[in-house]
């Protein structure tokens, strides 16, 4: 497996960031990216990877979110124990919904509508139930140890967030070069050729969404302590299922580097945006949309596909 | 017992939204049902209509009823141009391209909006907005038994439109068989735009009607499309009667669960009921299997 | 950051042997924190500043309260700017640093990010409960003074966080005060009202309040027939209101935002639903001049127990003509949030100086009197100004007069409502 040396010698690069950067703002600008692209990188596997298109994302990430909320906050869980949990957590409402939705035999428009209800439905019953804090949300204390998973100063959050980002990429180049990974791209490109050739189906869409839906809360998990707030708009609401999607599809579906690039461009782009325009709200989703609607349009697959296309032109020649 | 004596004035304010909710969905429907896409756009759409009856009441003071001939023809030229401008061209030959075209241009519609107008809630004050009217017992809001009649009224129009008109004889020729359609010589492009205007020229209805009782801001749309896809889902893709009686439907569920659940838990009848049918009657209650 | 700052202007005093290679390192700080400060709204001045960060929801759902908030923290900073600035510091001027927290909470959170970056001295803010939660616990991070001007949970000052203070009541002190005045109105009609129904807004600030409230009012005899709960927004108040119909409370508890509020009254117009009282807690609308100006009708008679200030007091009147010049509404936001700021320029002028922990320190020490505020003296215990309170008040006569208590009281209640006036929209 060629890309995990590449791999190890990129987080070995980025480690020593924290310590080179001056700007508090830069370092939060880079932990927000690193986040999203693990957030990237958990959709790409169910929806590049398999191609089955998730609209509501949030369903997993909010879970992971409220899982590491209520747990160190009702429960006295330590948050890394807390974090851990987050992520089976998440996986876990993946295979409900994917039990669900693949056993009924939903695809395509149908899969990315039910995803999208089901968002829906949590976030409705997380602002009415008691335990979730209901709309007023949970508010986990301030309490800066690294034992605690909170840290007075960035840097804490920025290993975490690299870690994670490492840990995405090791787990797509991993699906990339198995044989589960060879399943759900069949899977993917023909489902019903892919039965013929005794693939389960089933069985490999449902292991990709548990993936898909436990790295989702684990990004869930690290927004809880990032920020310390949580509600139901914030952790099922719409915003973050359209991020989840917005950064692979943009930087490439189904790719490796994709969402990390697709996090960096999409990012980067939004606060040069916000700079120019006085952070008013909606504008770096007003560019995230302008661009994704001429992503489809001229290209079809994305940064990565275009950054390919130049490789292969340069390379290749004539 | 209390919850009994306010079940029929609840059900028939539910069957007034839901006369609306059908309006909406009367469009999607049209739109899958000779497009074949699932216009994740509707919703901010509806939400960009009911700021232009906005901006028409407030700074013309052109009361939204009157507002219809204004935003039908407005509605249905924005919708002819997306269609022949930008979706057309992003199907590459891949379904999901039609899918991630229309849900970008829904994110760049409800964010332009949230940019340029902010998020603040308007509203419009008509004289007649808190007018009632009494049937019996029951006392039903006027505007809103104005908006269960035009819905109505806009369903017939339609189905005299689809079955009465050449047009509506080309758009179901080449909803049932593109290739004989265009064989025959249709322009199948011209109609594909034509259909696609005009369900977005029911969301200018639509928000003619909503906005007496009701407001706007950016985020009002990601609500409305779902509630317009539990319809259409409800209704049968493709299917009118199936939108009408859908947003019927809906809009009684709605109101119930508001009662029965209270307003903050109530909202997840839609939703659940859309799970149910998506899983157990993917092609709704009157829908053709695709 | 700001210790560059501060670097450069020490360079600029010291002697000229050296001024050459100063100059330079103090060319290149400004070069490098000019590079840092991309994008920052405030550039350094020659001139000091102290920067006061005033961050509120001045758009989303909350968008005309967090305006109104934001107005009364300029008036304050131009006021003092206006008589000399910060006398101990040499005459430095406020200067304000705008932060929008969009109705969100972690968007709150991130402006005081942005605000630490640029080294504000302190923070006012957020209006809502569930903003100020946040900001207040992020800027606790830095060390960074927050007065919390509005933000009525008490969860707030009962974190032990030390740079959090709280000029007005939180709605422990309201619900409680807002049961007693009851009663006593109550009484002094002779008693004719029994039921009561809150209608409440399900976020923080709706549902603390109903929750203290629904404990409160059965103590004091009163029987509680329903707690309604409804999501914001809410665009629909038929069934809440069919249930008040049927119901038929003697008084009716609305604790919730603007819009729901106009909806809510509306609609009970629309059903003749005429209960003896509206009797709003930190209703905020029920008190509103705008309010009283859009909507006339409706809101005749009803009665808030709320922030207001002393409406004998001249400085209190002043400041209302003044806010009424520029178009603005004498609300509750715009007041508080005048205080809050004024309280921290009163702070920052007995410190004599820009720094965090001074100003924490001299906050922590205040006695601030010179406001309109039926407070008294300022005292701060664990965060919470002690003689912080509410008042009742009413709208009658196309104005809002205070009803409760006598010594501050411009009218007499008039309860119940007479049922001869038919009032609507």
Sequence with gaps: MKSMPAIALFTLLMLPLPWLMQSDYLLNFIIMVLFYAFLGQAWNV?????????????????????????????????????????????????????????????????????????????????????????????????????????????????????????LGLTITARLENSRFGARLIAVRENEDAARALGINAFETKLKAIALSGAMAGLAGAFYTQYFLYLDPAIAYGPSVSVEALLVPIIGGIGTLLGPLLGSVVLHSISEIAQHLTSSAPGVNLVIYGAIMVLMVLFLPSGLWGLVERIRRKAGGGS | MLELELFIPATINGLTTGAVYAVIALGLTLIYGVLHIINFAHGSLLMLAMYGVFFLHTLFGIDPYLAIPIMVPVMFVLGYGLQRGVISRASHGKDENVLLVTLGLAIVID??????????????????????????????????????????????????????????????????????????????NHVYAMSFGLGIACLGVAACL????????????????????????????????????????????????????????????????????????PTGLMGQRS | MRKKVTAMRQ???????????????????????????????????????????????????????????????????????ATGGIHSMGGA???????????????????????????????????????????????????????????????????????TFRFGPGYGTVARTAVDNLVKINDAAGRPAKTVMIIHEDSLFG?????????????????????????????????????????KPDIIIPANYYNEYILLARTMSQYNVRPMAIYS????????????????????????????????????????????????????????????????????ERAGTADREAIIEALESSDWSDHFMPYGPTRFVNGQNQGARPLNTQILEGDIKVIHPAEYATADPVFPIPATVQGNA
């Design chain 3, 11 to 81: 360079t600029k005093r010291s002697s000229k042997a050296t001024s050459r290679r100063q100059f330079v390192s103090g060319a290149l700080g400004a070069m490098i924190a000019g590079t840092a400060s991309l994008g920052f709204p405030g550039t350094v001045r020659a001139k000091t500043t102290v920067r006061i960060g005033l961050v509120h929801p001045v758009t989303g759902f909350l968008a005309f309260s967090g305006s109104q908030c934001r107005a009364g923290g300029l008036m304050a900073i131009e006021e003092i700017n």
């Design chain 3, 207 to 247: 549902t603390g309040t109903a929750r203290l409230l629904s404990s409160a009012l059965p103590d004091a005899s009163f029987d509680l027939v329903d707690v309604i709960r409804h999501p914001n927004p809410t665009r629909d108040f038929n069934n809440i209101v069919l249930k008040i119909r049927a119901r």
């Design chain 1, 46 to 166: 169910l929806g590049g990877y398999g191609g089955q298109f998730s609209f509501g994302h949030a369903a997993f990430f909010g879970t992971g979110a409220y899982t590491a909320s209520i747990l160190q906050v009702s429960f006295g869980i330590n948050p890394w124990v807390g974090f851990v949990i987050a992520g089976l957590g998440g996986g876990g409402m993946g295979l409900i919904v994917g039990f669900l939705s693949f056993r009924f035999g939903l695809k395509g428009a149908y899969f990315a509508l039910i995803t999208l209800a089901f968002a829906e439905v949590l976030r409705i019953l997380a602002s009415t139930v008691d335990f979730t804090g209901a709309g007023v949300g949970i508010l986990v204390p301030l309490q800066q140890t690294a034992a605690n998973f909170q840290f007075a100063d960035k840097t804490g959050y920025y290993l975490v967030a690299l870690a994670l980002v490492a």
């Design chain 3, 93 to 163: 001027e406020l200067e304000a640093v705008l932060g929008d927290a969009q109705s969100k909470p972690d968007i709150g959170a991130s402006e005081v990010e942005k605000m630490n970056e640029v080294g504000v001295a302190a923070i006012v803010g957020a209006y809502a409960s569930s903003i100020g939660l946040a900001t207040t616990q992020r800027a606790a991070r830095h060390g960074i003074p927050h007065v919390v001007d509005v933000c009525v949970s008490d969860a707030i000052v009962e974190r032990g966080l030390q740079n």
């Design chain 2, 111 to 188: 964010n332009l909006a949230l940019y340029l107008w902010s998020s603040d809630t308007r509203i419009i004050d008509t004289p007649y907005a808190f007018a009632t009217i009494e049937i019996g017992p029951v006392l039903i809001s006027t505007p809103k038994v104005i908006a269960l009649v035009a819905a109505v009224v806009i369903s017939v129009l339609f189905w005299l439109l689809m079955t009465r008109t050449d047009l509506g004889k080309a758009i179901r020729a080449v909803a049932k068989e593109k290739m004989g359609a265009e064989l025959v010589g249709i322009n199948v």
């Design chain 2, 210 to 281: 909503l906005l007496p009782t009701f407001y706007v801001t950016p985020q009002v749309g990601f609500a409305f499309v779902l509630i317009a896809f539990t319809v259409v889902v409800l209704g049968g893709m493709g299917s009118f009667m199936g939108a009408l009686w859908g947003g019927l439907i809906i809009g009684v569920t709605e109101s119930l669960g508001g009662l029965y659940l209270g307003e903050s838990l109530g909202q997840i009848g839609i939703f659940v009921l859309f799970i149910l049918v998506l899983l157990f009657r």
């Design chain 3, 281 to 348: 807690v930190l209703g905020g609308t029920a008190s509103s001049f705008k309010f009283l100006k859009e909507f006339p009708r409706t809101a005749q008679f009803i009665m808030d127990c709320n922030h207001w200030y002393d409406p004998g007091h001249p400085a209190a009147l002043a400041l209302r003509r003044k806010a009424e010049q520029r178009g603005l509404y004498f609300t509750y936001e715009l007041f508080l949030s005048y205080c809050a700021t004024k309280l921290l320029a009163d702070a920052i």
